[in-house]
């Protein structure tokens, strides 16, 4: 059985993004779950069960910029990724800065 994780680090201070709002969605826009991410900035089980298909994580980043004071120019960020293997573990990574961000396949 698959799961579905992530883990949101801010860049600029080096440290987790605690209580950043995650929502899961499917091809359709459909919601799947939502969470928030822990004080390490992790969600360590968003989904499992998983069944092949497109999929997109959206990040409420505008929120935990603005709970910290920081102006910011990703209001959101929306990852989108696709589901082969319903066997293995997929976890998502966002690397967050006010101004920048990066994902990657994490393991």
């Known amino acids: 059985m698959n799961t579905l994780s992530t883990h949101v680090l801010d860049a600029v201070t080096g440290t987790p993004a605690v209580g950043v709002a995650v929502t899961l969605t499917d091809a359709s826009g459909a ?3 939502a969470a928030q991410t822990d004080d390490d900035g992790r969600v360590k089980t ?3 069960a998983l069944a092949p298909g497109r999929y997109r994580l959206h990040f409420d980043t505008g929120s935990y910029f603005a709970a910290n004071d920081v102006t910011a120019f990703y209001p959101e960020v929306v990852i989108a990724f696709e589901i082969t293997d319903t066997a293995e573990h997929h976890h998502v990574p966002l690397l967050l800065s006010p101004f920048a961000y990066s994902t ?4």
Do not use: P
Not at 104 to 107: I, L, Q, T, V
């Open 31 to 33: 919601d799947l779950a």
């Open 46 to 48: 968003l989904a499992d």
């Open 104 to 107: 990657y396949r994490g393991s």
